[in-house]
Nanobody, 115 residues
Framework: QVQLVESGGGSVQPGGSLRLSCAAS????????MGWYRQASGKERELVAV???????TYADSVKGRFTISRGNSKNTVSLQMNSLKPEDTAVYYC?????????WGQGTQVTVSS
């Protein structure tokens, strides 16, 4: 089992920045990749950014150039730096880890972008 705990959500004005962090614990060896997804009210959960073990990254088109995903040296933490935030970035953000073909999810953290 892999447990994921997110932190860093909150409220910010448009154009502002937030940093989300996620720490993995439990059986963390052989985690293939970690990432962030988000789910806005009334919408399906969508990929935001993913980073795999060789540090290759993938971003949703809507966040390219504004968000940056990174992993800690121990590879059991992942962060999402979010800059130039827009109202449409408002959502619950979920940390995700994939190990052995199985998905693990954090509890989610709310990000609200509003003036």
């Amino acid at each position: 089992q892999v447990q994921l705990v997110e932190s860093g959500g909150g409220s910010v004005q448009p154009g502002g920045s937030l940093r989300l962090s996620c720490a993995a614990s439990g059986t963390i060896f052989r985690i293939n990749y970690m990432g962030w997804y988000r789910q806005a009210s009334g919408k399906e959960r969508e990929l935001v950014a993913v980073i795999i073990n060789d540090d290759t990254t993938t971003y949703a088109d809507s966040v390219k150039g504004r968000f940056t995903i990174s992993r800690g040296n121990s590879k059991n933490t992942v962060s999402l730096q979010m800059n130039s935030l827009k109202p449409e970035d408002t959502a619950v953000y979920y940390c995700n880890a994939v190990r052995g073909g199985r998905d693990f999810w954090g509890q989610g953290t709310q990000v609200t972008v509003s003036s």
